[in-house]
T-cell receptor
Framework: KNQVEQSPQSLIILEGKNCTLQ??????????LRWYKQDTGRGPVSLTI?????NTKSNGRYTATLDADTKQSSLHITASQLSDSASYIC?????????????FGRGTQLTVWP | EADIYQTPRYLVIGTGKKITLECSQT?????MYWYQQDPGMELHLIHY???????EKGDLSSESTVSRIRTEHFPLTLESARPSHTSQYLC?????????????????FGPGTRLTVT
């Protein structure tokens, strides 16, 4: 069964600190992996998308890494801000069909305190 | 920010009522999707459409129905709402794929509708 597991489930950090969120997946055959940020009561917004051949991708203070061999990804947030408080969702897609199924993790709920 | 809209944003309604959740996008995207998300849980695909007059069921069984009469509009209807339908409903769309798998393209999400059935 294709799954996406994220850890930790929730995380509290102080403003200005760095943090790293983890994503492990079993989706196969792998197509790409995305990280989304979802503010409370809003739809997810894309942060990064990585294909099999990409090891790292940055978007401002967000840096995602991908190890396709171990099927692991991480999202590193640098110099956190209060506005970073949100749920961060890892999404993996397969290439088994033209639909390209998306498999969603349950997200890591990040809270940044002043 | 993507131009995809959902109304209402919040809806509290009694059991047995018929409801329609609206989703529209102004980007000319052919493919549109409906997801259901419970608090702290992952998104589940309940419906998708590849274009006008095309609708399909998603991975998660749902008593809702959808229609796609216009490219920009993808409404979801519940004929008789029940408390088990309480959830957040998210609409999404992707640009035209030209034969490439959908998974290669960015999905743009609407802000969601938080539905509560009492």
């Amino acid at each position: 069964k294709n799954q996406v597991e994220q850890s930790p489930q929730s995380l509290i950090i102080l403003e200005g600190k760095n943090c790293t969120l983890q994503c492990n997946y079993t989706v196969s055959p792998f197509s790409n992996l995305r990280w989304y940020k979802q503010d409370t009561g809003r739809g997810p917004v894309s942060l990064t998308i990585m294909t099999f051949s990409e090891n790292t991708k940055s978007n401002g203070r967000y840096t995602a890494t991908l190890d396709a061999d171990t099927k692991q990804s991480s999202l590193h947030i640098t110099a956190s801000q209060l506005s970073d408080s949100a749920s961060y969702i890892c999404v993996v897609s397969d290439r088994g069909s033209t639909l390209g199924r998306l498999y969603f993790g349950r997200g890591t709920q990040l809270t940044v305190w002043p | 920010e993507a131009d995809i809209y959902q109304t209402p944003r919040y809806l509290v309604i009694g059991t047995g009522k018929k409801i329609t959740l609206e989703c529209s996008q102004t980007m000319g995207h052919d493919k549109m999707y409906w997801y259901q998300q419970d608090p702290g849980m992952e998104l589940h695909l309940i419906h998708y459409s590849y274009g006008v007059n095309s609708t399909e069921k998603g991975d998660l069984s749902s008593e809702s129905t959808v229609s796609r009469i216009r490219t920009e509009h993808f409404p979801l209807t519940l004929e008789s709402a029940r408390p088990s339908h309480t959830s957040q409903y998210l609409c999404a769309s992707i640009p035209p794929a030209n034969g490439v798998s959908d998974s290669s393209y960015e999905q743009y999400f609407g802000p969601g509708t938080r539905l509560t059935v009492t």
